[in-house]
């Protein structure tokens, strides 16, 4: 339910292409830590400091080195973690 509310949240409100509602759902892509940030549109695996153990743009690109997520997010690190650990509303989803 979760998988085909954000696939259609980026489709309608974020221009991503329609093709994109039909991406299956991966079960062992979900795990605790997870988030989406849909300002970015990276999915951001990270740990509980908020530094970035894997990223990638979108659901289907290939995994970002840890050289680009380093230029992305200096430090390694997840800007938006504090507003997250503070449960304050963001431009995100958590999984």
């Not at 991406?23 to 940030?37: H, I, R, S, Y």
Request: overall charge positive; aromatic content about 14%.
């Amino acid at each position: 339910l979760v998988h085909r509310a954000l696939l259609s949240f980026m489709v309608d409100n974020k221009g991503y292409p329609a093709a994109l509602k039909e991406v299956a759902f991966e079960p062992g892509f979900c795990l605790k830590g997870l988030v989406f940030d849909t300002e970015t549109g990276d999915v951001l695996k990270i740990d509980e400091h908020g530094a970035i153990c894997r990223a990638r743009h979108g659901f289907a690109a290939p995994f970002l080195t840890q050289e680009q997520v380093k230029a992305k997010y200096p430090g390694g690190l997840w800007p938006k973690f504090q507003k997250m650990v503070n449960r304050e509303r963001g431009d995100f989803f958590l999984f």
